[in-house]
T-cell receptor
Framework: RKEVEQDPGPFNVPEGATVAFNCTYS??????FFWYRQDCRKEPKLLMS???SGNEDGRFTAQLNRASQYISLLIRDSKLSDSATYLC????????????FGKGTMLLVSP | NAGVTQTPKFQVLKTGQSMTLQCAQD?????MYWYRQDPGMGLRLIYY???????DKGEVPNGYNVSRLNKREFSLRLESAAPSQTSVYFC????????????FGPGTRLTVL
């Protein structure tokens, strides 16, 4: 299994739709989990951390299933500005403060 | 407060040339990182510095060297550039610990001919 695996998409959705992304990871020792967002030709930026109990930030909800080594991101009421690539990120195998990034899932929101 | 800055933004090299990518952060972070991002490959860690005075290899260190000049600055050197090093290079910084957010610079787009 790849370290962090995501469906590359693109996911094409209309404005106002709900869309969900999934991610699986192979390192059972991973302790930290995140979703980063990357706009075209820009740097990645943290969208939200993912906690074991699940967490919500406005229209965004993240869930973690440690037993299945699975992370999800749900976006409700999609906006045009949500169009971006969403990177699933987990604690890296190398070093204490490193991260392993998935290849990303592209989301395109249309009017 | 500029965050993480990188220079240059763009660079074209010929095979065999050398260059240094510069990175600086003004957030008083202990840890700094260099990544490369290639189409279809995602971000891959080249080298990192968990704290001032230390550097360690990441997933893809071959062909690169780094220097943690001080707490603010972390440079990446290509001694003899190869076409396989054509990529977008991102520098990032964070407080120590994988649970901390990494802040990224705007990237350097490098082409090796």
């Amino acid at each position: 299994r790849k370290e962090v695996e995501q469906d590359p998409g693109p996911f094409n959705v209309p404005e106002g739709a709900t869309v969900a992304f999934n991610c699986t990871y192979s390192n059972s020792a991973s302790q930290s989990f995140f979703w980063y967002r990357q706009d075209c030709r820009k740097e990645p930026k943290l969208l939200m951390s993912v906690y074991s109990s699940g967490n919500e930030d406005g229209r965004f909800t993240a869930q973690l299933n440690r037993a299945s080594q699975y992370i999800s991101l749900l976006i409700r009421d999609s906006k045009l500005s949500d169009s971006a690539t969403y990177l699933c990120v987990v604690t890296g195998r190398v070093g204490y403060s490193t991260l392993t990034f998935g290849k990303g899932t592209m989301l395109l929101v249309s009017p | 407060n500029a965050g993480v800055t990188q220079t240059p933004k763009f660079q074209v090299l010929k095979t065999g040339q050398s260059m240094t990518l510069q990175c600086a952060q003004d957030m008083n972070h202990n840890s700094m990182y260099w990544y490369r991002q290639d189409p279809g490959m995602g971000l891959r860690l080249i080298y990192y510095s968990a704290s001032e005075g230390t550097t360690d290899k990441g997933e893809v260190p071959n062909g690169y060297n780094v220097s943690r000049l001080n707490k603010r600055e972390f440079s990446l050197r290509l001694e003899s550039a190869a076409p396989s090093q054509t990529s977008v290079y991102f520098c990032a910084s964070s407080y120590t610990g994988s649970y901390n957010e990494q802040f990224f610079g705007p990237g350097t787009r490098l082409t090796v001919l």
